[in-house]
């Protein structure tokens, strides 16, 4: 694997695909390879976190961000993973706090995300419109809206 960013393509491959190993062994070697990356340290997180090692996970993730406090990817993994142990209010303190540091387009879909999660949809819009302030044309707050539009209706994209 060459770069950072095909690493990351490789592992992302293989999760989807269900080929956990195999990502899991991607994952270490890039975390090797490329050990000041806060990048390919949060796709090791991510593969122990789909290998069902949430906590290991969980540290990688702050580690990366201690690195880069502002990866984008240790950001959106943290959260996601905080959802999927449905620790929202964990999710949305740790997302305003990352706030603080500046406004992200990033950061306000999660936010979003998490609020849809808990069918909180006043805070859901919120969160996207401020997304859309920040990226009117952001075709993943776009499709973030439309989503919560339809679940705010009852019906299950």
Not at 74 to 95: D, G, P, R, W
Not at 105 to 133: F, K, S
Request: hydrophobic residues 40%; charged residues 25%.
């Amino acid at each position: 694997v060459g770069t950072v960013e095909s690493s990351q393509g490789l592992i992302k491959a293989n999760l989807a695909l269900g080929r956990t190993q195999e990502a899991l062994q991607i994952a270490k070697e890039g975390a090797r390879r490329w050990a000041e990356s806060a990048k390919s340290l949060t796709m090791l997180g991510v593969a122990l976190s789909h290998y069902g090692e949430p906590q290991k996970a969980r540290k990688i993730f702050h580690d990366a961000m201690a690195m880069d406090p502002r990866c984008p990817e240790a950001v959106t993994a943290l959260s996601q993973l905080n959802v999927a142990e449905e620790k929202y209010t964990e999710a949305i303190e740790f997302l305003k706090a990352q706030l603080k540091q500046g406004e992200s387009e990033n950061i306000y879909l999660q936010m979003a995300d998490v609020y849809t999660h808990q069918q909180n949809w006043p805070e859901a819009m919120q969160q996207i419109h401020r997304a859309l302030a920040i990226n009117p044309v952001s075709e993943s707050a776009l499709k973030l809206l439309h989503r919560t539009e339809l679940l705010m209706k009852g019906k299950d994209p």
